[in-house]
């Protein structure tokens, strides 16, 4: 596996080793010696998670207040375009975004640490979108940031009209949002 640095040093792009020939492909997704060998992070992942969305679909900008969650998120199907958003205020890179392409056929990963907001959007017609978790979802921990921010400045990637979920569309603005000290 190779590491890819970010814009934020603790947010990294992941490359896996695939091996393919014309039947298909082998790669190994998660093996805890080469995670911890290549990333210098010894974490524990408690829970899997699986969604599959629709072109447009956007999720995010999510994170956890208490009990954050770490999250190693890949794209089996489809292509997404995936954001990390620094929510801890004594972190040089508070209110910064990093960004990444994520879909089935690179096989890029994409680590978020804990403190961290996510989201993405769905670029493809259809996404099917893994990730790891360090912690368990704990609803009444959860906040959300607009996705639109004009403070964070994300360039999502194309001028979708993004499909949002309720609590996506009510979601504060970064400056009136709960973070991290």
Known sequence: MEVVKTEIP????????????????????????TWLETTGLDLDFVQDNHSSSARGVL???????????????????GEVFDVAVDVRRSSPTFGKWAGVRLSGENKLQFWIPPGFAHGFLVLSEQADFLYKATDYYQPEHERTIIWNDPEINISWPEKIIPELSAKDVTAPLFKDAEVFD
């Open 10 to 33: 603790d947010v990294l792009i992941l490359k896996p080793k695939v091996f393919g020939d014309d039947r298909g492909f082998l790669m190994e997704s998660f093996n805890h010696r």
């Open 59 to 77: 999720r995010g900008l999510h994170y956890q207040i208490r009990q954050p969650q770490g999250k190693l998120v890949r794209v089996v199907a």
